[in-house]
């Protein structure tokens, strides 16, 4: 007689725990995590905090290539190359969207790998959350709060980028100095409301002509910049007159029921490897001027030889 002996334990546990289930439970050692979680608190720059990531989880995932994106904070940002397979998350932290990050390599993930993933990400989550309010409040401090255009402080810092790359490398750089015309009137005649929402739709009509590329700067007041990197004096021209013209087109309808339209003024000068940031500025304001002076709602240049041109 033979007598068979069943593990009715072990048989159980096959039963209730599957080997694929088994195999995607994550496989990090706590010392490992810990030591991630630590490094990513070194820093406060996005880019730096994933390129930091990707190195560290190596030991556990191979990952050839992250992408971040988060359309709020305007970010995205590649580290690495992207490959045939991957796995993509969406990121949040106590309720806040921090964005999407997809990671790419050039064989398929196994399920403990993403399980693995999945452990390592929870080390990068509010470092990545910290990381993106510290961009918020540096893009806050170079902005103009009303209109959402960049400040003097951030002008200065592009221009001076702007300039320094068109000398390097020989590109061609112009800027644009814009007035509302009139716009002591409009305050005046319907009150600094009224005038606070000129002020944001002129801003947003002129982003609407600018290439993805030009930058829109308030100067102070009624006065706005805007750098044309990589943009010759033609070109300037036509992007300068195409402002000009749908500002003049543009209706503001009033909580009266009004219905405003203003033109600008515009100076344009373009970049000379001899210049300075203040000399730039100062010719396309005597451009301004004399586009103020000879009319309103007009086009001047003002050139190195300080030979002036009108539109």
């Known amino acids: 007689m033979v007598t068979q002996v069943s593990n009715i334990s072990a048989l159980q546990d096959d039963k209730l725990t599957p ?106 989550i509010y470092p990545l959350r910290n990381a993106m309010r510290y961009r918020s409040a540096l893009n806050q401090a170079f902005k103009d709060p009303l209109t959402g255009a960049g400040n003097r402080i951030a002008l200065n810092e592009s221009l001076q980028r702007e ?28 009150g600094h409301l009224v005038g606070d929402e000129m002020l944001k739709a002129t801003v947003n009509t002129i982003t609407q002509c600018v290439r993805q590329t030009d930058i829109c700067f308030r100067y102070g007041g009624e006065e706005f910049v805007v750098i044309l990197n ?36 515009c100076g344009l000068s373009v970049y000379d490897a001899n210049d300075t940031l203040e000399n730039l500025i100062h010719r396309a304001d005597i451009a301004l001027y004399k586009a103020k002076n000879s009319g309103r709602n007009k086009v001047c240049v003002q050139e190195q030889t300080k030979k002036e041109e009108t539109v």
């Open 163 to 190: 300039m320094e790359l068109a000398k390097r490398h020989g590109h061609d750089l112009a800027i644009l100095m814009l007035d509302i015309d009139h716009f002591k009137t409009i305050n005046d005649r319907f």
């Open 19 to 124: 080997f694929s289930e088994l195999a995607a439970k994550p496989q990090i050692k706590s010392d490992v995590l810990v030591r991630l979680a630590t490094f990513l608190q070194t820093t406060l720059d996005y880019k730096q905090l994933l390129t930091l990531f990707k190195r560290e989880i190596a030991s556990s995932v191979l990952v050839e290539g992250i992408e971040f994106s988060n359309a709020e904070h305007q970010v995205h940002y590649l580290d690495g190359q992207k490959g045939p397979h991957s796995c993509n998350y969406t990121l949040s932290a106590q309720g806040q969207g921090l964005g999407e990050i997809t990671f790419f390599r050039t064989t398929r993930f196994r399920e403990h790998e993403m399980a693995n993933l999945e452990a390592l990400m929870g080390t990068l």
């Open 230 to 265: 990589n943009c010759n004096i033609a070109n300037a021209r036509l992007i300068a007159e195409r402002i000009r013209m749908d500002v003049s087109e543009t209706v503001l309808q009033t909580q009266d029921d009004n219905f405003l339209q203003a033109t600008i003024s």
